[in-house]
């Protein structure tokens, strides 16, 4: 199985899996057919689709110049043909699968036979788009020390402004057989590059470098940009054409991977073949990688609240557990008290059992809570209390054995929680009248824990507050994740969101709980918030906020300030607060201090609402 990408560890037993599964088309047994007494060139393998007109066939003598050489990972090299055709739709390179270290150089001449195939990273159920390949090689190296094809360049005016073509639907939404138009849409530029020689000038760096020595640029700097850097993901309809994964040739080992953050400047020429995988599509796998040049950014710091104001936030902690070092949780507590100001309620999404991930029965999160809660203290920070439901173990997804849940933490000389029959993992909370305001049966209390919604998933977490007198229920939330769901690149355009199915669903229980809620009291003080997993403009936020019951207050920003999370390269909306119609004045503030640097606390940025109840 050919992955492209340093995170296979095993590959080779993958390929030895995808040959034997019959994952990797185009094997020695599928080949079919004498091999063409003609010449067959690179653009003849590639062809005008995204799919070869020679998948399955064996090729012989295939001409090119290697481009580049991969030795870790998906083992192989790049040729490019010399002899190009007219053809733009015709890409000129190809990837030749070794499995093994390859043996020869860059700008050898070489004559490449073995069997044409169609490989699909992530497998045939990802919705990735195929990568052309010759596998089996027997490779002859005609001479050394050839110049090499000149780059094709990847710019703002070479990458068209549509991205991709609307699936054919006699196909099943698959691209794969329509004839690419690479100057019509962005999508058939990159494969029409597919496996050449390309090259990108200076570019800003829109995903900032991860654990797997990868960053990603943007070679449209005016496409729709965020505020510090980023490039903003708005919608399903702009997917930002400008963006492409980096990558190098080199080992980490012998050439360290530059450290960048969103905003940097990736300067210089970045050099080398165009490849395809499954973690973001295509990718510049650079031979010559431009030099970094760090921006000014830092992380935010948000105002701290006035003394008639109540701040709420809520933040994703990332599978927090004492076993984690001490350094997470000071660096977390810091966060808290310097960057949200400390604020009168914090619901956390993420704080795992007190043994993590150990998979033995425990659920109790009291060494996890008692050693963040001293870090904030210790950082000069109030001293929080907390409140949170246990769930039932390994009932409610993640990490098995981590037992995440959502906890409720709470500034007790300025708030007070509003204890009343606090429920258990499997006892939904409801909603009563008390003194004409609206209150909950149990505090804390899930919301609608037996709806099949909520399956292998976390519960709502409810509570009841009083700031000043006044009542203020709060819904912490970490809905169902997008884990399924195709990317941008799939085959199918528009990409499968199966993920969404469940998430519409949980939006509508928690909407239906608001709903509860205001029908006792119409000016009540709601806020749902967490991690709800999907974008402001998406089906499960149209959900939630369904009959005007909730408003998405991340609307309230500009733009280009409208985001939580950074996903390959493309700055976009994850967590949310969304308020009831009672709060109509409020500040809002997504903090940003994660998503867009390599070094990360967590890789979400938290959310802070002040209002005044």
Same mark, same amino acid.
């Given at each position: 199985?050919r992955?492209?990408?340093p995170?296979?560890?095993a590959?080779?037993?993958?390929?030895?899996?995808?040959?034997?599964?019959?994952?990797l088309v185009?094997?020695?047994?599928a080949a079919?057919g004498?091999?063409?007494?003609?010449?067959?060139?690179?653009h003849d393998?590639q062809?005008?689709?995204?799919?070869?007109?020679?998948?399955g066939?064996?090729v012989a003598?295939v001409?090119?110049?290697v481009t580049g050489?991969?030795?870790?990972?998906?083992?192989?090299?790049?040729i490019?043909?010399?002899d190009?055709?007219?053809?733009a739709a015709?890409?000129?390179?190809v990837?030749?699968? %070794?499995?093994?270290?390859p043996?020869?150089?860059?700008?050898d001449?070489?004559k490449?036979?073995g069997?044409?195939?169609e490989?699909?990273?992530?497998?045939?159920?990802?919705?990735?788009?195929?990568?052309?390949?010759?596998?089996?090689?027997?490779?002859?190296?005609v001479?050394?020390?050839n110049?090499l094809?000149?780059?094709?360049?990847? *710019?703002e005016y070479t990458?068209?402004?549509e991205?991709?073509?609307?699936?054919? %639907?006699?196909?099943? !939404?698959?691209?794969?057989?329509l004839?690419?138009?690479p100057?019509?849409y962005a999508?058939?530029?990159?494969?029409?590059?597919?496996g050449?020689?390309?090259k990108?000038?200076?570019?800003? #760096?829109?995903?900032?470098?991860?654990?797997?020595?990868?960053?990603?640029? %943007?070679?449209?700097?005016?496409?729709?940009?965020?505020?510090?850097? !980023?490039?903003?993901?708005?919608?399903?309809?702009s997917?930002?054409t400008?963006?492409?994964?980096?990558?190098?040739?080199?080992?980490v080992?012998?050439?360290?991977?530059?450290?960048?953050n969103?905003g940097?400047?990736?300067t210089g020429?970045?050099?080398?073949?165009l490849?395809f995988?499954?973690?973001?599509?295509?990718?510049?796998v650079a031979?010559t990688l431009?030099t970094?040049?760090?921006?000014?950014l830092a992380?935010?710091?948000?105002?701290?609240q006035?003394?008639?104001e109540?701040?709420v936030a809520t933040?994703n902690?990332?599978?927090?557990?004492?076993?984690d070092?001490q350094?997470k949780f000071?660096a977390l507590?810091?966060?808290?008290?310097?960057?949200?100001?400390?604020?009168?309620?914090l619901?956390?999404?993420?704080?795992?059992?007190? *043994?993590g991930?150990k998979?033995?029965?425990? #659920?109790?999160?009291e060494?996890?809570?008692?050693?963040?809660?001293?870090?904030?203290a210790?950082?000069?920070?109030?001293a929080?209390?907390?409140?949170?439901?246990?769930?039932?173990?390994?009932?409610?997804?993640?990490?098995p054995?981590?037992?995440?849940?959502?906890?409720?933490?709470?500034?007790p000389?300025?708030?007070?929680?509003?204890?009343?029959a606090?429920?258990?993992?499997? %006892?939904?909370?409801?909603?009563t009248?008390? *003194?004409?305001?609206?209150?909950?049966t149990r505090s804390p !209390?899930?919301?609608?824990?037996? *709806?099949?919604?909520?399956?292998?998933?976390?519960?709502?977490l409810?509570?009841?507050f009083?700031?000043?007198?006044k009542?203020?229920?709060?819904i912490?939330n970490?809905?169902g994740?997008?884990?399924?769901?195709?990317g941008l690149?799939?085959h199918?355009q528009?990409?499968?969101?199966?993920?969404?199915?469940?998430r519409?669903?949980?939006?509508q229980?928690?909407?239906?709980?608001v709903?509860?809620?205001?029908?006792?009291?119409?000016?009540?003080?709601?806020?749902?918030?967490?991690d709800i997993?999907?974008f402001?403009f998406?089906?499960?936020?149209e959900?939630l906020?369904d009959?005007g019951?909730l408003?998405?207050?991340?609307?309230?920003?500009p733009k280009?300030e409208?985001?939580?999370?950074?996903?390959q390269?493309n700055?976009q909306?994850?967590?949310q607060?969304?308020?009831?119609p009672?709060?109509?004045?409020?500040?809002?503030?997504?903090?940003?201090?994660?998503?867009?640097?390599?070094?990360?606390?967590?890789d979400h940025?938290?959310?802070?609402?002040?209002?005044?109840?």
């Amino acid at each position: 199985m050919r992955s492209s990408h340093p995170r296979s560890a095993a590959v080779a037993a993958l390929v030895a899996t995808a040959l034997a599964t019959g994952l990797l088309v185009g094997t020695a047994d599928a080949a079919e057919g004498a091999v063409s007494a003609d010449p067959i060139r690179i653009h003849d393998i590639q062809g005008t689709t995204r799919i070869s007109p020679l998948n399955g066939k064996a090729v012989a003598d295939v001409e090119g110049i290697v481009t580049g050489v991969r030795t870790y990972g998906s083992r192989g090299f790049w040729i490019q043909s010399a002899d190009a055709d007219d053809d733009a739709a015709t890409s000129e390179g190809v990837f030749v699968f %070794t499995s093994s270290v390859p043996t020869v150089a860059v700008g050898d001449a070489v004559k490449v036979s073995g069997t044409v195939g169609e490989y699909v990273p992530g497998g045939v159920n990802s919705g990735n788009q195929s990568a052309t390949q010759i596998s089996k090689p027997t490779v002859t190296v005609v001479s050394s020390g050839n110049a090499l094809p000149q780059a094709t360049a990847i *710019n703002e005016y070479t990458v068209p402004a549509e991205y991709a073509p609307a699936g054919d %639907t006699a196909a099943g !939404g698959s691209i794969n057989g329509l004839a690419l138009e690479p100057s019509r849409y962005a999508l058939d530029f990159y494969e029409s590059l597919e496996g050449m020689n390309v090259k990108i000038g200076t570019s800003r #760096v829109v995903g900032a470098t991860d654990p797997y020595s990868e960053l990603w640029v %943007t070679v449209k700097g005016w496409e729709n940009a965020a505020k510090r850097g !980023g490039t903003v993901y708005g919608s399903y309809e702009s997917q930002n054409t400008g963006r492409l994964q980096i990558q190098q040739l080199a080992p980490v080992a012998q050439q360290p991977f530059p450290v960048a953050n969103v905003g940097d400047k990736l300067t210089g020429t970045t050099e080398g073949p165009l490849d395809f995988n499954q973690f973001g599509g295509y990718t510049l796998v650079a031979r010559t990688l431009g030099t970094v040049k760090a921006g000014t950014l830092a992380p935010e710091k948000t105002k701290a609240q006035a003394a008639n104001e109540l701040a709420v936030a809520t933040y994703n902690v990332e599978n927090l557990d004492p076993s984690d070092p001490q350094e997470k949780f000071d660096a977390l507590a810091k966060a808290v008290v310097e960057n949200l100001a400390s604020p009168d309620i914090l619901a956390l999404e993420e704080i795992q059992d007190d *043994n993590g991930a150990k998979n033995d029965g425990v #659920v109790s999160a009291e060494q996890t809570l008692t050693k963040f809660t001293a870090a904030i203290a210790a950082a000069g920070g109030p001293a929080y209390q907390w409140r949170t439901v246990d769930p039932e173990n390994n009932k409610d997804g993640g990490e098995p054995g981590g037992n995440i849940r959502q906890v409720f933490l709470f500034n007790p000389a300025r708030v007070s929680f509003t204890e009343r029959a606090p429920g258990d993992a499997v %006892t939904a909370t409801g909603v009563t009248s008390v *003194n004409g305001k609206a209150a909950l049966t149990r505090s804390p !209390g899930r919301v609608d824990p037996a *709806n099949p919604a909520w399956a292998d998933s976390r519960k709502p977490l409810a509570g009841e507050f009083s700031f000043k007198g006044k009542p203020v229920i709060v819904i912490a939330n970490h809905f169902g994740s997008k884990g399924g769901d195709e990317g941008l690149t799939s085959h199918h355009q528009p990409p499968v969101r199966s993920s969404e199915a469940k998430r519409l669903l949980q939006a509508q229980a928690v909407n239906s709980f608001v709903k509860d809620v205001l029908a006792v009291q119409k000016n009540a003080n709601v806020l749902v918030l967490g991690d709800i997993n999907d974008f402001e403009f998406s089906a499960t936020t149209e959900a939630l906020a369904d009959g005007g019951a909730l408003y998405p207050a991340i609307k309230s920003l500009p733009k280009a300030e409208r985001y939580s999370y950074v996903y390959q390269g493309n700055a976009q909306v994850l967590d949310q607060i969304l308020t009831s119609p009672a709060i109509k004045t409020f500040t809002y503030d997504s903090v940003h201090i994660n998503a867009e640097f390599a070094a990360q606390n967590s890789d979400h940025d938290p959310q802070v609402l002040r209002f005044r109840p």
